[in-house]
T-cell receptor, first 109, second 114 residues
Framework: GQNIDQPTEMTATEGAIVQINCTYQ??????LFWYQQHAGEAPTFLSY??LDGLEEKGRFSSFLSRSKGYSYLLLKELQMKDSASYLC??????????WGAGTKLIIKP | IAGITQAPTSQILAAGRRMTLRCTQD?????MYWYRQDLGLGLRLIHY???????GKGEVPDGYSVSRANTDDFPLTLASAVPSQTSVYFC?????????????FGPGTRLTVL
């Protein structure tokens, strides 16, 4: 079956760095997405990786290892507004997105 | 630019009633999707449409139907609502003709079936 695993909840301190991990098992693979979702709002696109390695975009970076079925989202210089859920999703061989349940990130002052 | 709009924002519905959730996008995206999101679960695909005039079933299609008469609109109909259809419903669209097929989401409809 197809499966995405990510931690349910994480807590970090304002100004710190946090890494949110995601492992995936899909029928074929055409890329890995990260989305941010604030409470009561729609998911918004953060990053897309299809090749191995690190993609940096400001305070956020995303890493992919295809051989390990593993990705992480790295958030630096955490701000209170980064409190949200972070959704990992893998694109399978049919170009359908398989979604994880999301990681709720709580930022403390 | 509005992006994707959904209506209504929220709705309380009696079991057995028929309900249509509306979704409209102005980005001329070819693909559109309906998801439901329940606490503790990931987004689950209900139905999708790769282009106007075609639709397909997702992971949880039972009890739902869709149509795609044109590029912009993708309504989702619950023929006879049941309490298990209480959820937040998100419509999304993407330009799947090239690139990473990033999906863009509407604001959601919070539906409660009593």
């Amino acid at each position: 079956g197809q499966n995405i695993d990510q931690p349910t909840e994480m807590t970090a301190t304002e100004g710190a760095i946090v890494q949110i991990n995601c492992t995936y098992q899909t029928s074929g693979f055409n890329g890995l997405f990260w989305y941010q979702q604030h409470a009561g709002e729609a998911p918004t696109f953060l990053s897309y990786n299809v090749l191995d390695g690190l993609e940096e975009k400001g305070r956020f970076s995303s890493f992919l290892s295809r051989s390990k079925g593993y990705s992480y989202l790295l958030l630096k210089e955490l701000q209170m507004k980064d409190s949200a859920s972070y959704l990992c999703a893998a694109l399978d061989s049919n170009y359908q997105l398989i979604w994880g349940a999301g990681t709720k990130l709580i930022i403390k002052p | 630019i509005a992006g994707i709009t959904q209506a209504p924002t929220s709705q309380i519905l009696a079991a057995g009633r028929r309900m249509t959730l509306r979704c409209t996008q102005d980005m001329r995206h070819n693909a559109m999707y309906w998801y439901r999101q329940d606490l503790g679960l990931g987004l689950r695909l209900i139905h999708y449409s790769n282009t106007a005039g075609t639709t397909g079933k997702g992971e949880v299609p039972d009890g739902y139907s869709v149509s795609r008469a044109n590029t912009d609109d993708f309504p989702l109909t619950l023929a006879s609502a049941v309490p298990s259809q209480t959820s937040v419903y998100f419509c999304a669209s993407s330009d799947s003709r090239g690139g990473p097929d990033t999906q863009y989401f509407g604001p959601g409809t919070r539906l409660t079936v009593l």
